[in-house]
């Protein structure tokens, strides 16, 4: 019996797609915001994770730097926007099962128009939930369907199935 005739077509997908470092991550994974995503070597993320990196701080602007005392107003340079944190940070060796979710926590934050540390009766001070980083540490298990919020989790941590 001839061998089967070569195929002309291109080699079709695997599931996974391996990075530079080593890292293996499912095709049917969803990373939300992968600029704010960090994976630190040789992790996997299986089908149906969900990693939220689109839920990131907003970036702090930096007034503009003093170029001399003549320039007017209209001549200062626009105002530079830093480039955020990255808003979910994986450790080396760390496994995400199917159907986890990586949710940057979040945090209320209070701002006041005054430099004073405590504004006075009058003026107002504005709250709102920002999101902070998450931090999953290195060799780092995460069971099936646990939803996980917290800001740190440390280095060596099995995460339950179905924790929250």
């Known amino acids: ?3 089967p005739p070569p195929s002309t077509s291109s080699k079709p997908k695997s599931e996974w797609v391996e990075t530079e470092t080593g890292n293996k991550v499912s095709r049917r994974a969803q990373l939300h915001g992968t600029q704010h995503i960090t994976l630190g070597g040789r992790c996997v993320i299986h089908p149906t994770a969900c990693l939220r990196g ?3 701080r907003p970036a702090p602007v930096i007034p503009p730097l003093p170029t001399s ?6 001549d200062q340079p626009p105002a530079r926007k830093q480039h955020p944190l990255p808003s979910i940070t994986l450790g080396k060796y760390s496994i995400l ?8 926590p979040l945090r209320l934050s209070s701002s006041s128009s005054s ?3 405590k504004p006075p009766p009058q003026q107002s001070t504005a709250t709102s ?3 902070t980083p998450q931090h999953i540490g290195s060799h780092t298990y995460i069971a099936p369907s646990a939803v ?3 800001a740190q989790i440390g280095d060596r ?7 929250v």
Do not use: Y
Not at 69 to 74: A, F, L, P
């Open 115 to 117: 430099s004073a540390a």
């Open 129 to 131: 939930l920002i999101h």
């Open 69 to 74: 005392t003549t320039t007017t107003t209209t």
């Open 157 to 163: 941590v099995v995460v339950g199935e179905g924790a």
């Open 54 to 56: 689109d839920l990131v």
């Open 97 to 104: 099962s199917s159907s986890t979710l990586l949710k940057p």
């Open 1 to 3: 019996m001839p061998p």
């Open 148 to 150: 996980v919020e917290a």
